[in-house]
């Protein structure tokens, strides 16, 4: 859904659109279009990246293949969509497993529009826990993130050997609706989702080894993951 509704927007002036087909379900369902959970109310993870996908300053990935091999040649092309024109610095970051920086690009551009911001081009090593991670910041915030897998022979494969991983949730005294999230374990915890009673921003988020960041979330939340060892609830 999220690469259906950034590659439709990159062709702005050339295609007006596209439908999406069921956009709540009336079932438990962890495969579909639907954006919102059976209840109607609680927001999936493609809420969030449609959201961003649908907003008027935002930034994306055209690629071909989420699977790369040890030693082959990735490429990819980085796009500002700047509806109202208000212009931005973008930082184009290649992260691996553990963190480390495989490559940075960074772009000022103060046009209105769709406009690409450049080519991210380099030779793919061999990343730790098999994956690599391609960050897209707008004005030091990070906005989009897109997940490579290296090898070729399942996709996702190692995203799916990832170990379970805990992360640590405090919500801080100011301003009271911040929670400071941290992952002090050598995995990555990917698709931090938090659910509650108020809105979260941002969600369903990714944490690199290491690496800590603040949500704004108010009321009870609770935290899900695609690998988190158990859930956590503030």
């Given at each position: ?43 999936k993870p493609a809420y969030y990246a449609l959201q961003n996908a649908y907003s ?116 801080q005294d100011i301003p009271g609706e911040e929670i400071l999230l941290s992952n ?51």
């Amino acid at each position: 859904l999220r690469y259906a509704s950034e590659s439709t927007r990159r062709r702005e002036g050339e295609a007006a659109g596209y439908i999406i087909w069921m956009g709540n379900e009336p079932f438990p369902n962890p495969c579909n279009t639907s954006v919102l959970e059976f209840d109607n109310t609680t927001p999936k993870p493609a809420y969030y990246a449609l959201q961003n996908a649908y907003s008027n300053l935002f930034a994306s990935l055209r690629y071909d293949t989420v699977c790369y091999p040890a030693g082959s040649s990735f490429h990819a092309e980085a796009y500002l969509h700047d509806i109202l024109g208000a212009g931005a610095a973008v930082d184009v970051t290649v992260l691996d497993g553990a963190g480390k920086e495989l490559f940075h690009m960074a772009q000022d551009c103060r046009e209105k529009g769709v406009r690409k911001i450049g080519d991210i081009d380099f030779i793919v090593p061999s990343c730790e826990k098999n994956l690599f991670f391609v960050r897209l910041s707008i004005n030091g915030v990070l906005n989009n993130q897109y997940i490579f897998n290296v090898g070729s022979e399942k996709p996702f494969g190692a995203l799916r050997a990832l170990a379970d991983t805990t992360v640590t949730a405090k919500r801080q005294d100011i301003p009271g609706e911040e929670i400071l999230l941290s992952n002090d374990s050598d995995t990555p915890a990917v698709g931090i989702l938090l659910t509650g009673d108020g809105a979260v921003s941002p969600n369903y988020i990714t944490l690199l080894p290491g690496e800590k960041r603040a949500v704004s979330a108010k009321g009870t939340v609770t935290l899900h993951g695609y690998n988190l060892l158990k859930p956590i609830t503030l």
